[in-house]
């Protein structure tokens, strides 16, 4: 009898070093367990903060490209407005230049009708030398301008050429434009795979978080060994594939930080083509600036011309003044001689 005691007091007596062992285990499991997830809550909340800031500046950034873009189109558009109107103008003052001039070619000489009465033919000889040499003056000085009207239609030819040259740089800046839109696009994309993958982690932050309070309320009901058993080798199933997914989170997680890096990159590249774009743009305003001069310039060779065509009128009257003055002279020393 006090032998069957006994073995039932060392059956007992192993049964409470099996479960301490057992309690012993669970107590450290808890421990180190929660150790892990405060750093691993710790490590989730500075990456959930690194992310939002980092959403925030690409959006930001995104936004800014927009307008800038948007700015560029209309200064574009305005840039391409202004030179067609130049061009128009330019076409309109050639051809008024080549009528002008088709005009003083084919303008007809006038004559003055004979005086009525006979002055004094050599004070009139003289009277018309004198008036002769101040107008092959005015001739020389006509033909100055005329010099300078040739110069001005070289450079209205000139400016025909830097117009078809600026039509082409405008051609290739609205390809660029479609380049830089195409760009766009394709960031757009991968912002949406980037919203896709961070409520992926979202879910597998919540998923975790559920695993942990599933944990906090298993270690409330560890009352039982072989319950608090069979529910820790549950939990360490699940803590190992939450762990597993939390692995996979990070990896994708840091894929994502590599395409944000050359998301970056392709935003450095469309600032920089922005600011040749801006450099371009300044170019044809010096240029439209310069056209503005030239339609100056061929307003006042239109004026010469005018005042071209009446001198040579008055030169043709003047001609024929000097031709009756000359016969005249010559009837006067006839009878002279006689």
């Given amino acids: 009898m006090f032998i069957l005691n006994l073995s039932l007091s060392v059956l007992e007596i192993s049964l409470?070093?099996?479960?301490?062992?057992?309690?012993g285990i669970t107590i450290h499991f808890t421990i180190t367990s929660r150790r892990s997830l405060r750093s691993s809550m710790t490590e989730k909340d500075e990456t959930?903060?690194?992310?939002?800031?980092w959403k925030l500046r690409y959006f930001n950034?995104?936004?800014?490209?927009?307008?800038?873009?948007a700015n560029l189109r209309e200064q574009l558009a305005e840039a391409e407005e202004n030179l067609n109107i130049y061009s128009i103008e330019a076409e309109e003052m050639r051809k008024e230049n080549k009528k002008l001039m088709a005009?003083?070619?084919?303008?007809?000489?006038?004559?003055?009708?004979?005086?009525?009465?006979?002055?004094?033919?050599?004070?009139?000889?003289?009277?018309?030398?004198e008036s002769l040499r101040d107008h092959n003056e005015k001739i020389n000085q006509l033909l100055d301008n005329i010099d300078m009207f040739k110069e001005t239609e070289e450079?209205?030819?000139?400016?025909?050429?830097?117009?078809?040259?600026?039509?082409?740089?405008i051609t290739e800046l609205r390809l660029k434009l479609a380049e830089k839109e195409k760009e766009i696009t394709s960031i757009r994309k991968k912002e949406v795979l980037t919203k896709e993958m961070t409520s992926m982690l979202d879910n597998a932050y919540s998923e975790f978080n559920v695993l942990q309070s599933k944990m906090q309320k298993l270690e409330s009901q560890a009352n039982s060994s072989k319950l608090l058993s069979l529910e820790y080798e549950d939990l360490k199933e699940s803590y190992r594939?939450?762990?597993?997914?939390?692995?996979?989170?990070?990896?994708?997680?840091?894929?994502?930080?590599?395409?944000?890096?050359?998301?970056?990159?392709?935003?450095?590249?469309?600032?920089?083509?922005?600011?040749?774009?801006?450099?371009?743009?300044?170019?044809?305003q010096k240029r439209v600036a310069y056209l503005e001069e030239?339609?100056?310039d061929l307003q006042a060779v239109s004026d010469a011309n005018k005042k071209l065509e009446v001198q040579l009128k008055r030169i043709g009257e003047l001609e024929s003044m000097l031709n009756m003055a000359a016969e005249e002279r010559d009837q006067l020393i006839r009878k002279i001689d006689r």
């Avoid at 959930?48 to 800031?53: C, G, P, Y």
């Avoid at 590599?258 to 922005?274: G, P």
């Fill in 48 to 53: 959930t903060k690194i992310r939002d800031e």
């Fill in 16 to 23: 409470l070093c099996f479960g301490a062992i057992i309690l």
């Fill in 103 to 129: 005009e003083i070619s084919n303008a007809p000489k006038t004559a003055l009708a004979p005086p009525s009465e006979k002055p004094d033919y050599f004070e009139q000889l003289r009277l018309a030398q």
């Fill in 294 to 296: 030239l339609n100056n």
């Fill in 61 to 69: 950034d995104v936004e800014l490209k927009d307008k800038e873009l």
């Fill in 155 to 169: 450079r209205n030819r000139e400016v025909l050429k830097s117009n078809e040259d600026l039509s082409l740089q």
């Fill in 241 to 284: 594939k939450v762990g597993r997914e939390f692995e996979e989170q990070k990896i994708k997680l840091t894929s994502l930080g590599s395409d944000n890096q050359q998301l970056q990159a392709h935003l450095l590249e469309t600032e920089e083509k922005l600011r040749e774009a801006n450099f371009q743009r300044q170019q044809l």
